[in-house]
């Protein structure tokens, strides 16, 4: 079983130019968990709360400011495996960078 959150929204400072993290700018977070039965049988206590992986999403972005998507990225997908447990992990976060033209840049991190 997969739990995913997809399009999470959390503002932080992060960014390699002052006006990044001055003024901040909205980060949108997909994470797919491979959690094997967790939850099939219903079990609350057992199950994966996703709850509590947007929250610690929040609470790392909130943490400290990052200049580099690629270490806020490896920073959160490191602790989100650590705390909980999936068999797998797939995180990206995305932001769209000013004047370059896109619709946004991303970062992938996968955890076996």
């Known amino acids: 079983?997969?739990?995913?959150l997809h399009g999470l929204e959390v503002?932080?400072?992060?960014?390699?130019y002052e006006?990044?993290?001055r003024n901040?700018?909205?980060f949108l977070w997909d994470v797919q968990l491979e959690v094997g039965d967790?939850?099939?049988?219903?079990?609350?206590?057992r199950a994966l709360?996703?709850?509590?992986?947007?929250a610690k999403i929040r609470e790392l972005s909130d943490a400290r400011r990052f200049n580099l998507l690629e270490?806020?990225?490896t920073t959160v997908a490191d602790a989100l495996y650590a705390q909980f447990e999936p068999q797998q992990l797939k995180l990206r976060v995305r932001k769209q960078?000013?004047?370059l033209g896109v619709e946004h840049s991303a970062v992938i991190v996968r955890r076996p």
């Open 71 to 73: 270490a806020l990225a």
């Open 1 to 4: 079983m997969i739990i995913e």
């Open 49 to 54: 709360d996703y709850t509590h992986v947007a």
């Open 24 to 26: 901040g700018q909205l």
């Open 38 to 45: 967790r939850g099939a049988d219903d079990d609350l206590e």
């Open 19 to 21: 006006e990044e993290q």
């Open 97 to 99: 960078p000013a004047g």
């Open 11 to 16: 503002f932080g400072y992060h960014g390699a």
